[in-house]
C-alpha cells in the first residue's frame, strides 16, 4: 500500500476521533445498569467534550482534511494514482464530512435539511460510481464542480465548527452560513452535473 492511500486510511481513523471529541456519550449511559461503574468516568468525558474537546475536534477536523489535499498532492505527484485510491478518497471525503454535518445538527448550528441534501447527493454519487465499476470497471474521479463543493463544505464546516472564529473577532457576519449556502447550491449542481456528465457510463457504455 502506497503512501498516498495510507493517508486516506488514517483520515478515516481521524475522522472517528473527531466524533470521540466532539460528540458526548449518550446519557442513558448514566442512569445506571451496565455501565454504572463508570458513571463519574462518563461524567468527566461529557464535560471535556463540551468543554475543551470540541475545540480539538475541530483542529482533529482540519488536520483529517489537510490529509485529503497531501495524499492527492503526492499521488499525482509521485504518479501514484491507483484505482483503489481513487475508489477509497472520495469514501473517506464523505464520511468526514458526514460525520462534521451531524455533529453541527446535534449542536444546532446547522438545518437538518442541510445535512440531508449534502448526504444523500455524496449517497447518489457513491452508489452511481459503484455501477459504473461494476458495469464497465470504469472509476470516475471527481470534476472541478465537485472539488469546488468539496472546498466550499470544508470552509462552512470548519467556520461553524469554531463558531465561525477567527472571522469573528472582526466581524459579526455569520460566514458559516453564507458558506454553508454556497456549499449547498454547489451541492446540488455538481450533482447534476455529475450525472448528465457520465450518463453514457451509467448506461452500461464505454
Request: charged share 15%.
Given at each position: 500500500?502506497?503512501?498516498?492511500?495510507?493517508?486516506?486510511?488514517?483520515?478515516?481513523?481521524?475522522?472517528?476521533?473527531?466524533?470521540?471529541?466532539?460528540?458526548?456519550?449518550?446519557?442513558?449511559?448514566?442512569?445506571?445498569?451496565?455501565?454504572?461503574?463508570?458513571?463519574?468516568?462518563?461524567?468527566?468525558?461529557?464535560?471535556?467534550?463540551?468543554?475543551?474537546?470540541?475545540?480539538?475536534?475541530?483542529?482533529?477536523?482540519?488536520?483529517?482534511?489537510?490529509?485529503?489535499?497531501?495524499?492527492?498532492?503526492?499521488?499525482?505527484?509521485?504518479?501514484?494514482?491507483?484505482?483503489?485510491g481513487k475508489f477509497l478518497d472520495p469514501l473517506a471525503d464523505k464520511l468526514l464530512v458526514t460525520a462534521?454535518?451531524?455533529?453541527?445538527?446535534?449542536?444546532?448550528?446547522?438545518?437538518?435539511?442541510?445535512?440531508?441534501?449534502?448526504?444523500?447527493?455524496?449517497?447518489?454519487?457513491?452508489?452511481?460510481?459503484?455501477?459504473?465499476?461494476?458495469?464497465?470497471?470504469?472509476?470516475?474521479?471527481?470534476?472541478?464542480?465537485?472539488?469546488?463543493?468539496?472546498?466550499?463544505?470544508?470552509?462552512?464546516?470548519?467556520?461553524?465548527?469554531?463558531?465561525?472564529?477567527?472571522?469573528?473577532?472582526?466581524?459579526?457576519?455569520?460566514?458559516?452560513?453564507?458558506?454553508?449556502?454556497?456549499?449547498?447550491?454547489?451541492?446540488?449542481?455538481?450533482?447534476?452535473?455529475?450525472?448528465?456528465?457520465?450518463?453514457?457510463?451509467?448506461?452500461?457504455?464505454?
Amino acid at each position: 500500500m502506497n503512501l498516498p492511500n495510507r493517508l486516506t486510511i488514517s483520515r478515516i481513523f481521524l475522522t472517528l476521533v473527531f466524533m470521540l471529541l466532539a460528540v458526548p456519550l449518550p446519557i442513558k449511559l448514566n442512569d445506571g445498569g451496565v455501565f454504572s461503574w463508570a458513571t463519574g468516568a462518563i461524567s468527566s468525558y461529557n464535560g471535556f467534550v463540551l468543554g475543551n474537546g470540541r475545540y480539538l475536534a475541530g483542529i482533529v477536523f482540519l488536520i483529517a482534511f489537510a490529509t485529503d489535499a497531501v495524499d492527492g498532492y503526492i499521488a499525482r505527484k509521485y504518479n501514484m494514482i491507483t484505482d483503489f485510491g481513487k475508489f477509497l478518497d472520495p469514501l473517506a471525503d464523505k464520511l468526514l464530512v458526514t460525520a462534521a454535518l451531524v455533529v453541527l445538527v446535534e449542536r444546532g448550528n446547522i438545518s437538518g435539511w442541510v445535512a440531508v441534501i449534502i448526504i444523500s447527493r455524496e449517497f447518489m454519487v457513491t452508489g452511481l460510481r459503484l455501477i459504473a465499476i461494476s458495469s464497465t470497471g470504469i472509476i470516475i474521479a471527481a470534476g472541478t464542480l465537485g472539488k469546488l463543493k468539496t472546498v466550499a463544505q470544508f470552509i462552512a464546516l470548519a467556520l461553524a465548527l469554531f463558531d465561525n472564529f477567527p472571522l469573528s473577532l472582526v466581524s459579526s457576519i455569520p460566514a458559516s452560513d453564507i458558506f454553508m449556502f454556497l456549499a449547498v447550491v454547489l451541492t446540488i449542481v455538481s450533482g447534476i452535473e455529475y450525472i448528465v456528465k457520465n450518463k453514457a457510463v451509467f448506461s452500461g457504455q464505454k
